[in-house]
């Protein structure tokens, strides 16, 4: 009987970012109702998708009979992947062994969220609670958006994110796709109101020769009142979570809006009482102290001794530029001991145009400690141990 591997993407790790759409050339991914699917016959294998892919979703085989693949649409109705058929010695394995295993997976000790529970065509209704500018003076406007899920059915965890379907139709006359935004609560809810979740969300503008381009969904967002509905998707994401470990050890590392899903994550690790400043550090990068969201309740956790905190101000007036690699740089010491741990972890959110500096700062920093960075890497990756989420 004759196999195929198939190409498959795992809708309980994906977290919908389309990263991997955008760069496939044979337009070989599709998105059919908020969730992504791959076209077996557009597939050439050719693996653009998988550098594009931050969870690891992508990173999904198939050995199914070669007249029975898996259509798109039936991909679509998927909450997790089906397991792999057993077609005896005959089937090669599901896994290309030309493609390492860099994908993420949950933490060991990690519970399980709800995944994908709402779909564009039938999303959660909920209502906005608050909505609170964060940077007044700053460069940019971020808000803190806080949306009442009661009765909803939806159900969140920090590190996760939901999409929020914007009302209206874009210039083809489609209702406009979900966009994504981190849950920047903890599980227990906002405020200690357990079915309120929060976000924290930018306000997208461009101006591209004189024109000005309002991003469609934050906009809309960061003018919605208190009592306005708002329609969910999600919740997306179940590899970005922390562990259940007394003994873990956090070194989360995130700019502007990426600040969401580590306030979420201290809020709980704080609540379960395990939090101290020697082992959760956070290192936060903006431009100005203004862009900081969150930056008095941040300074209270660091005062306590709850959170180390460090600053990386990239456009403080005055000062020399200070990006989050630089500040990883001035606390070498505390990193390599923190990568060399087997029961560290790293989180990192935000501009993807940090990924590599940070890399780079570890790659050095356990250069000069002795440490094998790339060995770390792998290890940290399969242990559900090493965490990105950036846009
Ligand atoms: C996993 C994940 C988590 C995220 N979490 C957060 C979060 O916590 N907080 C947050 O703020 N964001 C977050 N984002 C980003 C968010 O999903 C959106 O991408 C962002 O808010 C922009 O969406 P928008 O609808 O406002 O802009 P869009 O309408 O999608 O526009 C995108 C860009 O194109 C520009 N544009 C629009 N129309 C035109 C045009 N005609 N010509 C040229 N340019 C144009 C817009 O100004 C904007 O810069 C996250 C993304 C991902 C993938
Ligand atoms: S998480 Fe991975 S598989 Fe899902 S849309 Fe993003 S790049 Fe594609």
């Known amino acids: 009987m004759p196999f195929v591997r198939q ?38 294998g050719a693996g653009a998708c998988i550098g594009a892919c931050d969870t690891g979703a992508i990173q999904s085989w198939r050995v199914v009979e070669s007249g029975a693949v898996y259509a798109t649409e039936e991909q ?9 058929q057993d077609f005896g010695d005959d089937a090669v394995s599901p896994q290309d062994p030309a493609v390492p295993c860099a994908g993420a997976c949950a933490p060991a000790t990690a519970q399980r969220p709800q995944v994908g529970k ?7 209704q909920a209502r906005v609670v608050a909505n609170v500018m964060l940077t007044p003076g700053g460069t940019s406007e971020i808000h ?15 590190g996760q994110s939901v999409g929020i379907l914007p009302p209206g139709t874009d210039d083809q006359g489609r209702p406009h796709e979900a966009r994504l ?29 004189g024109q000005v381009y309002p991003g469609v969904c934050s906009n809309h967002v960061c003018d919605l009142r208190p009592g306005d509905p708002v329609r969910l998707t999600g919740p997306y994401g179940a590899s970005f979570l922390l562990p259940e470990d007394p003994q ?14 580590m306030r979420g994550m201290i809020e709980w690790w704080m609540r379960s009482g395990w939090a101290t400043a020697d082992r959760l550090m956070l290192v936060y990068g903006a431009r100005t102290v203004r862009d900081l969201a969150y930056h008095d309740e941040l300074a209270l ?10 600053l990386a101000l990239s456009r403080d007036p005055g000062k020399a530029r200070r990006y989050v690699q630089d500040a990883l740089a001035e606390r070498r010491d505390r990193i390599a001991r923190h990568l060399a741990s087997p029961n560290a972890y790293v989180y990192l959110c935000g501009l993807v145009s940090m990924e590599a500096g940070v890399f780079d700062a570890f790659a050095a920093i356990c250069a000069a400690a002795g440490l094998d960075w790339p060995a770390i890497e792998v290890a940290m990756r399969a242990e559900g141990r090493l965490h990105m989420e950036t846009y």
Request: net charge negative; aromatic share 8%; hydrophobic share 45%.
């Open 7 to 44: 190409h498959l993407i795992d809708p309980l790790s994906c977290v919908r970012c389309d990263s991997c759409r955008f760069v496939c050339t044979n337009k070989a991914i599709t998105k059919i109702d908020g969730t992504l699917a791959i076209d077996f016959d557009l597939c050439d």
């Open 181 to 209: 935004y981190s849950v920047a609560s903890a599980r227990c809810g906002e405020a200690g109101q357990q079915h309120h979740v929060a976000f924290t969300i930018k306000r997208v503008v461009s101006v591209i020769d």
């Open 301 to 310: 956790a660091a005062e306590r001794g709850d959170i180390g905190l460090e």
């Open 118 to 124: 709402f779909r564009d065509s039938a999303p959660a």
């Open 144 to 158: 803190h958006v806080v949306i009442d899920l009661t009765d909803s059915g939806m159900i969140v965890a920090e």
């Open 76 to 84: 679509a109705m998927w909450f997790e992947l089906p397991p792999q």
């Open 248 to 261: 873990a050890q956090f070194l989360f590392i995130c700019t502007g809006t990426g600040i969401a899903p």
